[in-house]
């Protein structure tokens, strides 16, 4: 498996760099044989500066919409449910806040479009990327009605449904150009193994939903009206699940940002390509609850570094497919994305691995093995490292600790 991820990055960073015009053209060639890392990171690593050119500045908002790209979800998510912010702009104005305050009446929470609390938002894209993963497919349902029936599902705690699974064709039945001249025997009875049924949501490696268990945690934390906070935590373990859907739903909302730098590929031909790069990483997502992570973090190092490609590249397409990863339920790619990422200098990214490896999704549960990476993440953080998740938080550290000691 290693051997064929090496030469197919190295086969990709070669046409990517010999031709970039022919890389763009030909990219839905290299769906499924080769990593996304060539394709889409030279694309973003082209572009990006481009974009950053166009971006004179970083607009901050209050209400829990803190940049433009963030602005534009949100008012993209509201247009889908029917509560019209208008155009998608990214601009956080009367119309988008009359949407979040239309929003905000049909789901039961105080109304107010200058206070958008983060789990109003969160819940709001969690039901948006249900919707367009398969959900409205499912319910044949749109608007409002869409988003109601997502907020019963998760209620009832009835699995979010996917797309439906086309139905096996039927397979033609053979006509003899003859009549035998002898009845044919009774064929052989056998035993039969019934294939299981394909699970969109299940992932690369099968478990429980993450999308249905943020869902669920997300609809509590409306409950108790916010966040929980060091002054009011009672249940460590739902403030650290609570942490974990937020950097959850950080991770998803700047892979899809960084998506619209990617030049020559659809959505649904990035989506095949992360896949591609979770099938190619699983291995090391498998070691993850068998080895230490010093051990896991030096073998995935030197798997980017015998690629050939530039660590630029191959952290912009591990930050897409994280964010793919975990709108398709992928956790093979979603969790080996955010392992590579460390690797690659972003040690922020560890704190995912240290929920995953806690709650068991994706990986088997080792809540010991959990402790190393949250440890490591939050020290990054003190000694500098920039923070990836609510960087506006300045006490989300404190509270981390705090729930990981009572937690144990």
């Not at 099968?206 to 409950?223: F, I, Y």
């Not at 990054?380 to 009572?406: I, K, Y």
Request: charged share 15%; with cysteine.
């Amino acid at each position: 498996m290693i051997f064929r991820l090496v030469a197919a990055l190295c086969l990709t960073f070669a046409l990517s760099t010999a031709n970039p015009q022919i890389a763009r053209a030909d990219a839905g060639d290299f769906i499924g044989g080769a990593v996304v890392g060539g394709v889409v990171g030279y694309a973003i690593g082209k572009d990006q500066q481009k974009k950053k050119a166009q971006r004179s500045t970083t607009r901050t908002y209050r209400s829990g919409i803190p940049s433009t790209s963030q602005g534009a979800q949100t008012q993209t998510a509201l247009n889908y449910f029917g509560y019209n912010a208008g155009r998608v702009d990214g601009q956080v104005g009367a119309g988008t806040r009359a949407a979040i305050q239309r929003y905000q009446a049909s789901m039961g929470y105080p109304v107010n479009g200058y206070d958008f609390q983060p789990y109003q938002r969160d819940f709001l894209m969690q039901a948006y990327y249900w919707g367009t993963s398969g959900g409205q497919a499912s319910t044949q349902l749109s608007g409002q009605p869409l988003l109601m029936a997502y907020r019963r599902q998760v209620q009832t705690g009835t699995a979010v449904a996917a797309a439906p699974q086309p139905a096996p064709q039927p397979v033609a039945p053979v006509t003899a150009t003859a009549a035998p001249a002898e009845p044919a025997p009774e064929p052989e009875v056998t035993e039969t193994v019934t294939a299981a049924l394909p699970s969109l949501f299940a992932g690369g490696t099968g478990g429980p939903s993450l999308a249905n268990r943020c869902s669920a945690v997300m609809l509590q934390t409306s409950t108790n009206g916010g966040y929980t906070t060091l002054a009011n935590m009672s249940d460590p373990d739902f403030a650290l699940s609570e942490q974990f859907c937020l950097a959850r739903s950080y991770a998803m909302a700047r892979g899809e940002d960084l998506m619209q730098d990617i030049q020559g590929l659809t959505p649904d031909q990035v989506t095949a390509q992360c896949e591609a790069y979770g099938e190619m990483l699983a291995p090391q997502v498998v070691s993850l609850s068998l080895t230490s992570k010093t051990e896991a973090e030096t073998q995935m190092r030197k798997l980017a570094l015998d690629s050939g490609l530039s660590p630029e590249d191959i952290a912009a397409t591990s930050k897409v497919c994280l964010a793919m990863g975990y709108r398709q339920d992928n956790m093979d790619s979603a969790v080996g994305s955010a392992l590579m990422l460390v690797a690659m200098g972003e040690p922020a990214y560890g704190e995912l691995i240290g929920h995953h490896l806690r709650e068991g999704f994706g990986v088997q549960e080792r809540r010991d093995l959990a402790m190393q990476w949250y440890d490591a993440s939050l020290s990054a953080l003190d000694a500098g490292s920039q923070a990836v998740f609510l960087p506006s938080q300045s006490d989300r550290p404190e509270l981390l600790r705090a729930a990981m000691t009572e937690a144990q």
